[in-house]
């Protein structure tokens, strides 16, 4: 599997933001005040995601609920339940090298899925944040994904001057 990590600025050029017209919105008001509208979220806290096409090779961004384990920031690939998994969860599991902004904190992060009691933890952990990941458990059959993203100590740029 290949790594490509570019410059910290260039995943911040050429990026195609959500399909979703209310995500896409989100990632512009997060983006335009450097995360101090959007960074709450009815009533949790999101980060803004970043990821490589797994078809296109293009840079693809949309906004997710997060949570906290240690230094490890936590996703879930819910899709609302959907049976198919969302676009980014495939991307990164292609592409695990991923650029993230939490507020105004931006790094590149490694991204991978956690599995067997780890899953079941960090499961319970991000269901306590959004209790409807229970719900969209129940609307499909596929294991709902919970990814870890890991900060890379070299990638990692605290708050940008404006």
Known sequence: MSHWNPPLTDWE????????????????????????????????????????GRKTGKLRRTALIYGQDGNRYLVVGSKGGSPKHPAWYLNLRDHPEVHVQVGADKFVATAHTAAGEERYRLWGLMASIWPDYEIYQQRTSRSIPVVLLEPMAEGRRGRTSP
């Not at 983006?31 to 990821?51: E, F, I, M, P, Y």
């Open 13 to 52: 050029k050429d990026v195609t933001d959500s399909p979703s017209k209310w995500v896409a919105e989100h990632v512009r008001r997060y983006l335009a005040s450097d995360g101090k509208s959007g960074h709450r979220w009815s009533g949790v806290n999101t980060l803004l995601l970043s990821t490589v």
